[in-house]
């Protein structure tokens, strides 16, 4: 049963900035110096105040054209440095001070949102070398979050907004930052119907989407090619498939579709370009609503290379990496570090504007249904 909330409060939202010592700062100045962005909701920015002036001044020095938010007007949760951590800090670099205080950050967020102070953090990019430098032997902020929430089940999944077409990418990894070597024997019928029902609560509960559509990856080349190109499909993905959609009538499942081509109706849909016609030779307009019913609400990629290649193709400064299945919203932007352009003005807040805008959203929808 749907229950709506009619005492809705103001959405307070952690954004962290990531590696002290990429472009995290820099895209985080940039994306609230738009004021539509937080017209709905309050910002808390985790970090360093020092570390965020610092870099503020910098930008201004350099003379940069983007508009950039005094650090004077923004609610900063300053997180107390160790004063040598502080000093070591490297701009550009891999290090383990810049790991340890992106560290920090994070931990300081998820302490913060567990304990009902925002209802979504917005992570900034960090270095997982860095991080391993300082001693924090994670894979990614994915999985520091899950542990320090207490959940066993969570997603890694890219949401985009095509700005040709509107419609929604939404693209969940099976298996995540794991040795492709690795990928056939991590995948299970017990994790694909883990990562399955944590998609559809999601499309449910986030995207509205009550009966949503799922297009599910092959493995192998060609699906396998009944058993000729690998036999993944035929022993178990398909039967799995069958028996999944059979338990689950409400949800509608396709494949496994060849890795090949499980990307040619999500490409279609997001760019909605004109093509020539073979026979008439005529320039053809499609139409964008067409385009958009033949694809998915979501694609279920097994590794995450299969997932992210074309999510980033399609999408780079506009996907937004979402986890889900944890007890509060988290978004990020989908690029990393960037410690080649790090403090040089040049940094492009598309992805972290999305990431904030897609937060204020599905926190919004949480509020009114739950």
């Known amino acids: 049963m749907v229950m709506v909330n009619h005492e809705l409060s103001k959405i307070r939202l952690a954004v962290t ?12 100045l940039k994306a609230l110096a738009d004021p539509t962005i937080t017209q ?19 930008l201004l020095a350099a003379g940069i054209d983007a508009p950039l938010i005094d650090p004077a007007q923004l609610e900063i949760l300053d997180v107390t440095l160790d004063p040598q951590t502080q000093q070591d800090i ?11 205080v ?4 994070l931990e300081t967020a998820i302490a913060h949102a567990l304990a009902g102070d925002f209802q979504g953090i917005v992570t900034g990019p960090i270095s997982k070398a860095a991080w391993q430098a300082a001693g924090h032997d994670y894979p990614g902020q994915t999985e520091l979050l899950a542990e320090l929430a207490g959940v066993d089940r969570v997603g890694m999944m890219f949401v985009a907004r095509s700005p040709y077409t509107n419609w929604t990418l939404r693209a969940l990894l099976a298996t995540t930052h794991i040795p492709l070597s690795e990928v056939p024997t991590r995948l299970t019928p017990d994790l694909l119907t883990e990562k399955l029902e944590l998609l559809t609560e999601s499309l449910q509960r986030d995207f509205g989407i009550e009966q949503p559509r799922i297009a599910i990856a092959g493995l192998n080349p060609h699906s396998g090619e009944q058993g000729k190109l690998g036999h993944e499909e035929q022993t178990w993905l398909i039967p799995w498939i069958k028996q999944t959609q059979a338990r689950l009538p409400h949800i509608q499942l396709t494949g496994p579709i ?12 997001w760019f909605g370009l004109p093509y020539q016609d073979s026979t008439s030779s005529q320039t053809i307009q499609p139409n964008p609503k067409k385009l958009i019913n033949s694809a998915a609400d979501a694609y279920l990629a097994l590794y995450h290379d299969q997932g992210l290649i074309p999510v980033k193709l399609m999408a780079f400064d506009r996907a937004v990496n979402t986890s889900i299945g944890l007890p509060f919203v988290r978004t990020s932007p989908d690029h990393g570090t960037a410690f080649n352009i790090a403090g040089q003005g040049i940094a492009d807040c598309t992805s972290m504007k999305a990431a904030i805008q897609l937060a204020i959203e599905l926190c919004s929808r949480r509020q009114v249904v739950f």
């Open 17 to 28: 900035l990531g590696d002290p010592g990429g472009i995290g700062p820099e895209v985080v």
């Open 90 to 100: 490297q701009i550009g670099v891999d290090h383990p001070a810049n790991g340890a």
């Open 102 to 105: 992106s560290f920090d950050y």
């Open 40 to 58: 709905s909701c309050e910002v808390v920015v985790v970090g360093s105040r020092s570390r965020l002036e610092k870099t503020y001044c910098n």
């Open 258 to 269: 060849p890795p090949d081509t499980l990307w040619v109706h999500p490409g279609k849909a």
